[in-house]
């Protein structure tokens, strides 16, 4: 990349300020909006049903388009974009179904005549059920993650939406915080996992396992270093450091949250745990100098060059931490409600949705405590990972999570009533979008797929002189490739274990 230009790339993402936290939730509200509409359309119409190219292709424009315009040509007006969706989800829902009485999720009430027949049938059930709601979110998340990063790089995406210099919120710095959160959520299937086959693993065999783990991340993280030197791409140097980034970032977490894992096996004690990491970093950062030295200091050695990407990591790991705590109550098996009851009385009883709304509630007091004028009057730092940052990620997360739960058990009520496992299992890939299936099944291969692309694209196009109409269409091109690919490795079911 020319001098000149690499220059230009660099100050077009620096020194921002990024926008409002309320801007960042009207974007966040997107995603759960597309999977209503997407929702309504296959609880009451079975539109998606069977996945033929065009509910392939609608699910791409509510699931892929929905979130990438919502960045770029709605991004001044990201309210008017979620009302384009729920009007008609409203409408729909309001139409007589057009299904069976039998609808996704539900089944005809049969008398129970034989109770040692019922109990083998529960027997049969998967105890930790792959639940849709958690597929959609995750999905979501990774294709924010995905449009973004190359986004980012056209003068269409807001520079407010961009990461931020040192203070403040953003859309993309949310998305970092994010992906962490998300891989937090599923970490925690294997313990659950563990713990309901009664087994147990030597802390070394476990420890062996991550580092096994992490090893591939750590590859990605070199091959990156490496390719970003020697084609002198643009680099944000603030960001984690001269010569870090974010797969080093992820390939940490598998040893240290085995650690803690050796210490803590529970949703209480991970949750403390995720705390006292955020607390005592947060002192380190206010009572020594460490603050100072994160942002300012001169970079003299390997770890004044990389200072960011080294501290920052507690924060992270405190996120990850907080998701593990999450899915510690969210990835169990959920009561199996009745199909006749009343949206109100199905979300009261699902032992899920209150948790997550009493977390999310949690959360959030914690985060305004935190960084309110009238509280600790902290300010939110992506760059140094503090503690009103790892808190609001997690707030945003568990909203999230909150409104992803209630769509699921507002029009899919019965997902967990099925006669046997392969039933429950076919109502639950009927719940789940096929594209946010696939993104969220091969996730990190895709996210490095995005990222490859971007180089691709940033090194072949002049991204910040492009014209709006043929940003877009590069942008489109770009979700449409990795959308095909992330549906062809979901078809050909193959799973990338990075």
């Known amino acids: ?7 230009l790339k660099e100050a077009f993402v620096s020194n921002l300020t990024g926008s409002s936290v309320w801007e960042v939730y009207e974007i ?28 392939y292709l609608v699910d791409f424009l509510l699931n892929c388009l929905g979130i990438l315009f919502a960045t770029t040509i709605y991004s ?3 309210l008017l974009l ?25 089944r005809a009430a049969r008398p129970n005549t034989n109770a040692d027949d019922a109990t083998k049938r529960d027997e049969q059930k998967e105890l930790l059920p792959i639940k849709p709601f958690i597929t959609n979110w ?16 056209f003068r269409i995406f807001p520079r407010r939406f961009a990461k931020v210099e040192n203070w403040g919120t953003s859309l993309m710095d949310m998305g970092v915080g994010s992906f962490v959160f998300t891989a937090g959520v599923v970490g925690a299937r294997p313990i659950l996992k563990q713990r309901l086959s009664s087994t147990t693993q030597s802390f ?57 894992q050796a210490w803590f096996s ?12 955020a607390i005592a970093y947060e002192m380190a950062l206010d009572f020594t100098d460490l603050k100072k030295y994160v942002l300012t200091a001169p970079r003299t050695d390997i770890l004044s060059q990389n200072r960011e990407g080294v501290f920052s990591f507690l924060g992270y790991l405190s996120i990850f931490l907080a998701g593990q705590a999450t899915g510690m109550y969210a990835l169990p098996r959920d009561e199996a409600m009745s199909t006749s009851s009343s949206v109100l009385w199905r979300l009261r009883s699902s032992s899920t949705f209150t948790k ?47 409104l992803f739960c209630a769509i699921e058990v507002a029009l899919f009520p019965g997902l967990y009533k099925g006669d046997d496992r392969m039933t429950e299992t076919k109502k639950c890939k009927e719940a789940t979008s096929g594209v946010l299936q696939a993104f969220n099944r091969n996730g990190l291969a895709i996210f490095l797929l995005a990222n490859l692309l971007t180089g691709g694209v940033n090194l072949t196009v002049h991204t910040i002189h492009v014209h709006h109409g043929t940003a877009m269409g590069i942008l489109v091109t770009y979700m449409g490739i990795l959308c095909a690919l992330a549906l062809a490795l979901d078809h050909w079911d193959i799973s990338l274990k990075l």
């Not at 529970?266 to 990491?277: C, I, K, Q, R």
């Open 1 to 7: 990349m020319a001098g000149d230009y690499k220059a």
């Open 28 to 55: 966040g509200f997107v995603p759960p909006s597309a999977v209503l509409l997407w929702s309504v359309l296959q609880a009451r119409h079975t539109f998606f049903e069977p996945y033929t190219p065009r509910a």
């Open 76 to 78: 001044s007006v990201p």
């Open 82 to 106: 979620n009302l384009l969706l729920v009007a008609p989800a409203i409408t729909s829902y309001a139409i007589a179904p057009s299904r069976p009485t039998a609808s996704i999720g539900s």
């Open 138 to 153: 995750r999905g979501a998340m990774i294709v924010v993650t995905c449009a973004a990063i190359l986004a980012v790089d």
């Open 204 to 260: 070394a065999s476990q420890f062996v396992a991550s580092l096994r783990h992490a090893l591939p991340l750590w590859v990605l993280g070199f091959v990156r270093l490496y390719s970003v030197k020697k084609v002198n791409y643009a680099e944000h140097v603030t960001e984690y450091g001269v010569h870090w980034n974010f797969f080093f970032t992820l390939a940490l977490l598998p040893p240290f949250v085995t650690i803690f």
């Open 266 to 277: 529970s949703e209480t004690s991970f949750t403390a745990s995720s705390l006292a990491v």
């Open 356 to 402: 997550l709304v009493r977390w999310c509630a949690i959360w959030t007091t914690m985060f305004i405590v935190s960084s309110n004028y009238y509280g600790l009057s902290f300010e939110v730092s992506r760059r140094l990972a503090n503690l009103p940052y790892v808190l609001w990620v997690i707030s945003f997360n568990t909203l999230q999570l909150v």
